[in-house]
């Protein structure tokens, strides 16, 4: 979501800013599919562009692509975003990657790089030590909300991860810090919405609305690429070498 808003609706100087933003909803131009062989690897991938603009105002264009080689366990997210207006604009983004089913059961547990997990509320609150399991669904159950703080490598390089501990399979995603310093992890319980959502962003939860945090902007005609990668775990040696990333990352052994 985004681009000039994330998460909750808000009004401010005489605009309206809807939830989750605008860019959620638009609808993308240039779009293409393509596959080919590269160097014996097959390649697919989809593209399309975005944009948020308006006159006398912002000029924003969101370029994704997406791409996997056929035979390997993972895929690539691409997106270019430009500033194509001729004064500094504001940039939020927040993806929502949420998870269900055959991923998320009562067997399902959230592996981290988390140096500092703070709950967003009461409801939160009350299950804090929880935040990193899945129990089993409850009717009109309300959501839980926690904002993490996530260790990184030396290049910025950090992740999240879904793994279920009875079938042995899980998602990990890969992302960088520079664009995607913060972390909110969305986990509802309830009957029928029953998920847990993984969300790298520059933005945090509270989108315009938090109070105090400074917004993300962009220079004029500059351009911020950010790359996620997507990897399916597929056995216990997948979710040791998980366990093993977050040890080296945060010292921290307690997943296994």
Not at 191 to 205: F, Q
């Amino acid at each position: 979501c985004g681009l000039e808003n994330t998460c909750i609706p808000c009004e401010m100087d005489n605009a309206s800013y809807p939830m989750h933003g605008r860019i959620r909803s638009t609808p993308a131009e240039h779009v293409s599919a393509d596959a080919e062989w590269y160097n014996d690897k097959y390649i697919l991938s989809i593209s399309g562009k975005m944009r948020e603009a308006e006159i006398f105002g912002k000029n924003l264009t969101l370029r994704r692509k997406i791409e996997t080689t056929y035979g390997e366990k993972s895929i690539t997210i691409t997106d270019v975003i430009e500033n194509k207006a001729y004064k500094e604009e504001e940039l939020m983004i927040l993806y929502h990657f949420n998870f269900g089913y055959p991923f998320v059961d009562e067997n399902a547990v959230v592996l981290l790089p988390t140096i500092m997990v703070t709950p967003r509320d009461k409801e939160a609150e009350k299950d804090a030590d929880k935040w990193n399991c899945m129990e089993s669904p409850i009717d009109n159950e309300p959501e839980r909300v926690y904002l993490h703080e996530l260790s990184a490598d030396k290049d910025g390089n950090t992740f999240a991860c879904l793994f279920n501990k009875k079938s042995n399979i899980g998602i990990q995603i890969k992302f960088n810090k520079k664009y995607l310093p913060k972390f909110v992890q969305w986990k509802s319980i309830a009957s029928g919405d029953y998920v847990m959502g993984l969300e790298p962003t520059n933005s945090g939860v509270y989108g315009r609305k938090g109070e105090g945090e400074e917004i993300h902007k962009i220079l004029p005609f500059d351009r911020e690429e950010i790359k996620l990668e997507f990897r399916i775990l597929d056995g216990l040696d997948d979710y040791n070498d998980v366990c093993s990333s977050i040890y080296q990352l945060t010292g921290v052994r307690s997943f296994r």
